[in-house]
């Protein structure tokens, strides 16, 4: 089985703070992805990448940045924590597809509540 | 940029019966992917159904099943025969075509509840 593992569940922190959330997967996927999941907006995406080092920005970049220094590991990084960004936060990998690259499911992290006051 | 909306924030079923959930979504793109997934109170993302978009024919599995409109780009989920396990959080969810750099894209979601 496919494994994503997000290092916490939950999480409380103080404004101002450098916070690391890191995601880890275990089958090689090359398409990872930190999103953030708020009631009545569903999940929206903060940042993605689809290889080594390579970052794009997502919907809502703002207050974050990432790290994809190997394969495996996709790491949040919450340069100053501020309390609007106390949230869950969702970690998904994605592999490019045997057959058009696309058609593949994405494997998603147990989530952490992260809680900034 | 794609967008997927669901307008019905909450929907509720009685046991054995059948429930749709909506969504619509918004891309210039003629191929990519369309998904449902299932959150319960565990916080675990769950596949339910995906649909190809050259594919013209409904996706189902078991009790799932898409109605899928691709003019009107709308991408309704039918559950059958309800059960409690049923409750959960639903996302629609799009996936463009490309093979890397593609973002998947999630509507508001759709809180179902099953009463007994």
């Known amino acids: 089985d496919v494994k994503v593992t997000q290092s916490s569940r939950y999480l409380v922190k103080r404004t101002g703070e450098k916070v690391f959330l890191e995601c880890v997967q275990d089958?090689?996927?090359?398409?990872m992805f930190w999103y953030r999941q708020d009631p009545g907006l569903g999940l929206r995406l903060i940042y993605f990448s689809y290889d080594v080092k390579m970052k794009e920005k997502g919907d809502i970049p703002e207050g974050y940045s990432v790290s994809r220094e190997k394969k495996e590991r996709f790491s949040l990084i919450l340069e100053s924590a501020s309390t609007n960004q106390t949230s869950m936060y969702l970690c998904?990998?994605?592999?490019?597809?045997?057959?058009?690259?696309?058609?593949?499911?994405?494997?998603f992290g147990q989530g952490t509540r992260l809680t900034v006051v | 940029a794609q967008t997927v909306t669901q307008s019905q924030p909450e929907m509720s079923v009685q046991e054995a019966e059948t429930v749709t959930l909506s969504c619509t979504y918004d891309t210039s793109e003629s191929d990519y992917y369309l998904f449902w997934y299932k959150q319960p109170p565990s916080r675990q993302m769950i596949l339910v159904i995906r649909q190809e978009a050259y594919k013209q024919q409904n996706a189902t599995e078991n009790r799932f099943s898409v109605n899928f409109q691709k003019a009107a780009k709308s991408f309704s989920l039918k559950i059958s025969d309800s059960q409690l396990g049923d409750a959960a959080m639903y996302f629609c969810a799009y996936r463009g075509q490309e093979t890397s750099g593609s973002r998947l894209t999630f509507g508001e979601g759709t809180q179902l509840t099953v009463n007994p």
């Open positions: 089958m090689d996927h090359e398409n």
């Open positions: 998904a990998s994605i592999p490019i597809g045997a057959r058009r690259g696309w058609d593949t499911e994405a494997f």
